[in-house]
């Protein structure tokens, strides 16, 4: 049941771009990067309830990473340049998270929002190394002989760069280390008393979430190919929350279907973004009430009732 | 489980996915053009009021005349909020689901430039963006649209130190593509007259005041201030000066920012201020091209007052007009292209006889205006930027 609905599931990835029109190839590969996002979001909110909407911020200083690396170090292989986007933006994390440790829940939210608006300044003020407000442009990168100039290229990379989070995201979960951070998120108190060290796996979760996201934004900067801090605003870190709360928090398959969701939707509403909040309201407001558990929990329950599921 | 909702996405994909036409976005009956532009965020009144009521209102008017060759004309928007990104992933479906025929005055530097790279891979025309940079020239399926900083300057510092005689100038600028560009055009223009700028202070974009900055220029005690800013700052920048007494300078605002927004947040202090206005005054002027464009503006939109704004539209609907029409009945991407750059000597009732060329440049020719009572006062014919 569970391997066929893997394979099918891998089936359908693989032979996406064969069988879709070109746009949707690129869409595709947002949802993906939106999907690697969302995961370590989820790592951070869904699993030890620290609920950040600074992961714009995140995403921006990977892609910058990734993008300056790409302009300045033509010659560093593309994995490599993706991991150092994302271990820079790790390093941002940890930096973050020490001092959040000293905050819950609604000042939690206010210091990450911060965060992200100290992203885009310091973008704008580094104008000599991020070129501002004019934005940068990314050239086409390389992996080894192959140039990734289609979207069908860059989509490979997308999907199996997020298939192998994904599954780091699935082994970290049920470790030892997942169990611990669940645990923090049920009580805290109960957690310490059984031996959790709250303030190592709180910054552990900061850490791995702004890994994520940083290795997302190096994708990001590949797949759209220019960078501008107007790119990188407060809506985008509020579409990051949406996707978890609508996927299910707490899950992995359920940050993928959250930001496929959020994704498709903010691009059929690409004519008229002037009614996004009210419909995405509606949408969170919604989901909360009748989904509570998101998409992934509302599927678990629909599905027949059997021994061993996925 | 999980893969029966994917199956079923992927085949309402694909059984909606349009046909492919011979020439994308041309068909017996129609022709569809697009653009990505600012419906929200900082630029969405220019963005609604150059697409919406400037492009539409010129192809409502070709379409009730018959439209062009049998074809009616019809345009597709995305909004982008005037985030690069969402410029992108706009453009590529304009491109490859809408498939647009050519995309249509897309707005502001960064939107347009993350674009460019794509739309001249596939062969695309971006037809008269409403930018004032030169990143986007010497390509062959750009054709420009606002008059380049360059060019703007030339005229500007050709006014002011040759036929005016001015000595001592100083400017207050964006600091980004479109305040940079103007700066450098400044420098090499002066140079040619033995001067140079005296003072320079720049401007972050989104910042709203400006007092700092000019207190330093007033300092520097120059005969010109040049205003290359966005309409909030510049009309704080004039209202600082009136606080403070700081008379003794001519403020010049760039082509860009010589509109009525700007008049209408700067109010008394805009009064003898002067500039470089890119269009004819669309509420006063009795340009032939003009009232027709009011006329045309009350009979489709009589609640939508005439701007310098819907008049930019209305001027790019009406040359992407002309260019199909030459272009005959069998139009493709490349005889557009060839068409617009036959153009010669075209009356438009607008501008000045236009005449585009290799140079893919639509607009060359600004003239001078003052401020006197709240209106733009011309004090010069066409000047000469070539």
Not at chain 1, 188 to 216: D, H, P, R
Request: a positive charge.
């Amino acid at each position: 049941m569970r391997a066929a609905a893997l394979a099918g599931g891998a089936v359908v990835v693989l032979g996406w771009p064969w069988a879709v029109p070109r746009y949707f190839v690129f869409l595709a590969s947002l949802i993906a990067i939106n999907a690697i996002v969302a995961i370590g979001l989820n790592l951070l909110t869904g699993y030890t309830n620290q609920l950040s909407f600074g992961h714009a911020g995140f995403l921006a200083i990977g892609a910058y990473a990734a993008a300056l690396l790409t302009i300045q170090a033509p010659l560093v292989p593309l994995p490599l340049t993706l991991l150092a986007a994302g271990l820079v933006t790790a390093a941002v994390g940890l930096a973050l998270g020490v001092p959040c440790l000293r905050l819950e829940g609604l000042y939690l939210a206010m210091a990450t929002l911060a965060f992200g608006f100290v992203v885009v300044e310091a973008i704008l003020n580094l104008d000599w190394l991020t070129r501002g407000n004019d934005g940068l442009r990314v050239p086409a990168a390389r992996l080894g002989p192959w140039p990734l100039a289609t979207d069908t290229s860059r989509y490979y990379l997308v999907v199996t760069v997020a298939a192998l989070l994904i599954v780091a995201a699935r082994n970290i979960t049920s470790s030892r280390t997942g169990r611990a951070l669940l645990a923090l998120r049920e009580s805290e108190i109960a957690a310490q008393a059984s031996g959790v060290n709250l303030a190592a796996y709180k910054t552990l979760a900061f850490v791995v979430s702004a890994f994520y996201t940083g290795v997302a934004g190096g994708l990001f900067a590949l797949v759209v190919g220019f960078l501008s801090p107007d790119s990188f605003d407060v809506f985008l870190s509020v579409d990051f929350v949406a996707m978890i709360i609508v996927g299910g928090l707490g899950s992995i398959l359920g940050s993928v279907m959250g930001a496929a969701v959020i994704t498709t939707l903010n691009d059929s509403l690409a004519g008229f973004q002037s009614y996004r909040p009210l419909i995405f309201g509606a949408i969170l407001v919604a989901s909360m009430l009748f989904m509570p558990g998101g998409i992934a929990s509302a599927l678990h329950r629909a599905q027949p009732r059997q021994g061993d599921r996925a | 489980m999980i893969v029966r909702p994917f199956l079923l996405l992927l085949l309402a994909v694909v059984l909606a996915a349009p046909r492919v036409a011979a020439e994308p976005g041309v068909t017996d009956t129609e022709i569809v053009v697009g653009g990505s532009n600012s419906f929200s965020g900082p630029l969405a009144y220019t963005g609604e009021q150059i697409t919406k009521f400037g492009v539409d209102l010129y192809f409502k008017v070709v379409n009730d005349a018959g439209g062009i060759h049998g074809r009616k004309v019809r345009a597709v928007y995305y909004d982008d909020g005037y985030r690069p990104q969402d410029a992108v992933a706009n453009t590529k479906k304009l491109v490859e689901q809408d498939n647009v025929f050519a995309i249509i005055i897309p707005q502001g530097s960064p939107p347009v430039v993350a674009t460019l790279e794509y739309l001249e891979q596939q062969k695309v025309p971006m037809l008269f963006p409403y930018q004032s940079s030169p990143v986007t020239r010497g390509r062959r399926y750009v054709f420009q649209g606002m008059t380049l900083s360059d060019r703007s300057s030339r005229m500007m510092i050709d006014y002011l130190a040759g036929t005016r005689k001015f000595k001592k100038f100083a400017a207050l600028y964006q600091d980004d593509e479109y305040g940079k560009s103007f700066l450098a055009a400044f420098e090499k223009d002066l140079a040619r007259y033995g001067l140079k700028l005296t003072a320079t202070e720049s401007v972050k974009r989104g910042v709203t005041d400006v007092s700092a900055q000019i207190a330093k220029l007033h300092a520097a005690r120059p005969e010109v201030t040049f205003l290359v800013l966005v309409p909030g700052p510049a009309a704080h920048a004039l209202r600082e000066r009136q606080r403070i007494g700081w008379t003794d300078t001519l403020m010049v605002s760039t082509g860009p920012l010589t509109d009525e927004k700007y008049l209408a947040l700067a109010t008394d202090a805009a009064n003898g201020v002067e500039g470089l206005s890119l269009w004819p005054d669309p509420m006063t002027s009795d340009l032939k091209g003009v009232q027709l464009y009011r006329a045309y503006m009350l009979k489709y939109f009589p609640k939508n007052e005439p701007n310098r704004y819907s008049l930019a539209g209305y001027f790019a609907g009406m040359l992407f007009t002309e260019a199909a029409m030459r272009a005959g009945r069998n139009l493709t991407r490349d005889s557009l292209v060839t068409a617009l750059e036959s153009i010669k000597g075209f009356e438009t009732g607008i501008l000045p006889p236009l005449t585009i060329g290799p140079d893919h440049e639509t607009q060359k020719q600004g003239f001078w205006v003052r401020v006197e009572k709240g209106r733009f006062t011309p004090l010069t014919d066409w000047l000469k930027s070539e």
